[in-house]
């Protein structure tokens, strides 16, 4: 019903483009779905295939919720026991006792925990390598111990129900041992074991598994966890099916933890004290050699010259040393020197004139000698007096030129004999100094090396006391903390058995079996929907078959007025005028309607929609005429209680007239022409020239001439019959008509001269699913007292 609102009066619907005259091939076909969009289309169209398998994925829910129950019962919860472990930090604080240094980083003891040096000993002392020693068979196993070479694997231990006799055996059934109650059992597996005898006799069969402890304790350490928080806490965790196992098993770690990290400590500073004790020794002894070479280096050197000499207190600086004399005689040389060149230098600029007799009080050795300072302050003299006699008189006066002789012989003789003079005794010093230095730059060259090597062994001599006391104060502090050795871990929280699982896997394993039913059988719905070959959806019909919905008849129930079944009737009444008002439209203007109706397969519903269809145009007043066309099975005489022959067959055959075939009904505006005698050229007759004469005199006496038809895969009939009328309208019944065969027989309809119209649904579930929107509003307006479309249909509608 593509195009129709069914909750509009038919009076105010739009009028197709065919009511305006435009050719029947321009027929313009209404958009499939009433106006959803393709998302709502398929949604409904899910939510209908859900539905209909509604009671398979209610099954498969059901299953698979036992399913996780069951599962529930494989997967023991867990319980989870927490323990915390305080780090101490070693307080070198003062007044602190003296202890070690720090075992480990505060991040390092995590990794102690997960150690095999501590967890080996803990799955022994649990007996965790025994699958079944920690569960309710632990007291049987409470003194199983182990040899070296143990056989790994699974056995059965059978007790008989008298508790006298045992049979040990592996798990592939080869017995390894048979004796009595009380008996050490697995001698030759290397296992050495008595089980504890049950205080109540009877038969007991136990399984369990012996693997490495090793291996025990790699599992150990998956199950643990492990958190360092603000480097001083060490928080462990340990999750077991039994909180009491989780609790034990813990606290032995902890306590075997504990227990480690002191004896690592206590070994660590016995290591220290024993190495310390032995380099003390050692570091003695080369002291002692040391001292020694110093000793004897002296001796052999204590007559030689050196850089130094030992002096009583308060005369070290009165006391030159060999150094000290010899850069002192080189100093002296070279005082001489600078004076013998100062000396001639000033003799000669005087001589020149460039300089005056100052020049000689600058020379150290001029001021130590006193006859040449008298000549000078003679020369001095003179010179002040000739200066101020010749302010007074010129040079030729007695007096001046008896100044300029005397100052020229003092400068002329006498000063460049006393010069002279302290010039050869320089000369003299200096050849003395020069002797005396050469001596002692002899005797100086071998101080160094001594120097050298008596200071190298008095620094070993320093070097090996220093490292000997070093050493010495080191062994007694690790003595010390030897002996006060306190242990840098200390157990903080035990663990106890926790009354609350903190692993539940129960309501997961429900809600995964409920979740996984429910996806499987909508799953399965989808496929199964998927796989379906009957037409089911609206958009199958109109988008895969490519026809127009032209009505939808919802299915038909009969029950008593104002029941649910009365409102279900006036759907399907209300259905049937709107296929009769789109029928009506989908002719030029004053044409008859002349339609071939037909359908697949049988059981479709195409004679119970040919005569209800023709009785809601005889309603509306319309003549209207009903031919039984399925001269094979049909029984429209039957639904309108007319005399089955003569009808069609006779007529096409010859052996009856178009006024002996036609039946007047109940309804004024009816008539009926049932299909007659049965006869095997029926499918010839019904294309021969008789059959087009009589539909040209039906056109012309009736305006709606509706031809019920056999099913389209019964034969050539339908084909025939709607090349006669020239349009056909195919009846699909929901949930029932096959698509494969639909589409094959719509394609041989297309390459004949024959209008489709469209299609009608048939028995469609109105309101429901993909269908949601194919009924009409209860109740909108009051029917009338009494329906003949009601009598039929309770009557003589056929399926």
Known sequence: MNGVDFNQDPAHLPVPRSMTGLPSTEFAAPPSGLGQDAG??????????????????VGLTALGLGGGMMATRLVAPEYESVATIWIEAPNRGKGAPVQGDELLRPQAWSELVTKYKVLDPVVVERKLYISAANGQDSTLFRNFSTG??????????????AAKTFEFAEEDGRTVQTGAVGDSVGLQLGYKWVPHPDPAPKARTIKFTVIPPRDASTALIKRLKILLKEENFLELKLADASASNAAITLNTVVRRFVDE???????????MRTALDGQLTDQETRLHEAERELEQFRVNTVTLPKEDVAVAPGLQMTQGTAYGDYFQLRK??????????????????????????????????????????????????????????????????????????????????????????????????????????????????????RSINEARLKRQVDQADILFRTLDRSRQEARMSEASAV???????????????????????????????????????????????????????????????????????????????????????????????????????????AITISSPSPGDGKSLISSNLVLSFA?????????????????????????????????????????????????????VIPGGTRLRQAPELLGSSRMMELMSQLRSRFEVIIVDSPPLGAGIDPFVLGMATGAMLVVVRVGETDKDLTLA??????????????????????????????NYSYGYSEEPAAEPAGELQKSGSVT
């Not at 143990?150 to 231990?157: A, F, K, N």
């Not at 001639?344 to 020049?359: F, P, V, Y």
């Open 40 to 57: 709502t289309v398929n949604a409904n169209r899910i939510i209908a295939a859900l539905l209909r398998s509604k009671w398979l994925i």
């Open 148 to 161: 070296d070479r143990v056989y790994y694997g699974s056995l059965v231990y059978k007790v008989d129900a």
């Open 261 to 271: 990290a002191a004896l690592q400590k206590k070994e660590r500073l016995t290591q």
């Open 332 to 449: 002296q040389i070279d005082d001489v020197k600078r004076d013998r060149r100062q000396l001639q230098d000033a003799m000669k600029r005087l001589n020149s004139g460039e300089a005056t007799i100052d020049a000689f009080q600058t020379i150290n050795a001029v001021r130590t000698a006193p006859a040449l300072l008298a000549v000078l302050d003679q020369i001095g003299k003179a010179e002040i007096e000739l200066r101020i006699a010749r302010t007074r008189y010129t040079d030729d006066y007695k007096p001046v030129k008896d100044l300029i002789d005397q100052v020229s012989t003092l400068r002329n003789i006498t000063l460049p004999t006393y010069v002279g003079a302290l010039d050869r005794q320089l000369g003299q010093q200096e050849a003395d100094f020069e002797g005396r230095g050469s001596s002692s730059a002899r005797e100086l060259h071998d101080i160094p090396s």
């Open 487 to 593: 242990p840098e871990v200390r157990i903080l929280d035990t663990a106890v058995a926790s009354t609350r699982a903190s692993k539940n896997l129960a309501p997961t394993l429900i809600a995964l079996g409920l979740v996984a039913g429910l996806m499987l059988g909508i799953g399965l719905a989808l496929l199964i929907d998927f796989m379906d070959r009957r037409v089911r959806y609206p958009d199958q019909v109109s988008q895969s078959m490519g026809l127009t919905i032209m009505g939808a008849i919802p299915a038909i129930n009969h029950g008593p007025e104002g029941s649910r079944e009365s409102d279900d009737r006036a759907q399907v009444m209300e259905a049937f005028r709107t296929l009769r008002m789109n029928l009506a439209h989908a002719v030029p203007n004053g044409e008859p309607l």
């Open 619 to 671: 309603e509306a007043g319309f003549n209207t005429i009903l031919l039984d066309g399925d001269t094979r099975r049909g029984g429209q005489h039957r639904t309108f209680n007319v005399e089955a022959k003569p009808g069609l067959l006779d007529y096409l055959n010859g052996d009856a007239s178009i006024a002996s075939i036609i039946r007047p009904t109940f309804h004024p505006r009816l008539s």
């Open 745 to 774: 027989k719509l394609d041989n309809l297309r390459r004949l001269p024959i209008r489709v119209l469209g299609g009608v649904l048939n028995d469609i579930k109105a309101g429901k699913g993909a269908y949601r929107y194919y």
